[in-house]
């Protein structure tokens, strides 16, 4: 492969929300890159962020979310460009303990019920081994 895949959505170890935009705005970024933001997919969004209890929260900014909250804002935002494959780089390291528990199991209810393939990386083994399906371990 070579360039950038419209197949694969990467979710970083920060949420890389903009501070300055509200999460409906945040949620479109990748398909206003895409020149994608039309009705149609605004209310895919809108969607989504239903489907996840965070419609409410729509108007507000990233400042006024929890480390959980804004975490799901970066899936829904991965998820909107719709790609067939996920890639999660340790995507829940930033959380504190307790809350990356209830976000990853969060994140995993939300990749199945979309269906998707997900490689996550994590250094965390019963992160991985609670989520996973296959292991590769690399020394």
């Known amino acids: ?6 197949k694969i959505g990467y979710m970083l170890q920060r949420d890389c929300l903009l501070e300055w ?14 020149g994608k933001k039309d009705k149609k997919a605004r209310n895919y969004v809108e969607e989504l962020l239903k489907k996840y209890d965070l ?3 729509k108007d507000k900014y990233p400042s006024e979310l929890s480390g ?3 975490q799901r804002v970066a899936l829904i935002r991965t998820l909107a460009v719709k790609p067939k494959i996920l890639l999660l780089d340790e995507a829940f390291s930033a959380l504190d303990y307790q809350t990356r528990i209830m976000v990853t199991n969060d994140i995993y209810n939300i990749l199945r019920k979309e ?19 296959h292991q590769v371990k690399y020394d």
Not at 115 to 120: K, N, R, S
């Open 68 to 70: 959980g909250m804004r």
């Open 21 to 34: 935009r509200s999460i409906l705005s945040n949620t479109m970024f990748g398909l206003e890159i895409k």
């Open 55 to 57: 419609y409410d929260f």
């Open 115 to 133: 269906g998707m393939t997900a490689i996550v990386v994590t250094h965390d083994i019963s992160e991985g081994r609670c989520q996973s399906r």
């Open 1 to 6: 492969m070579s360039g950038v895949s419209p």
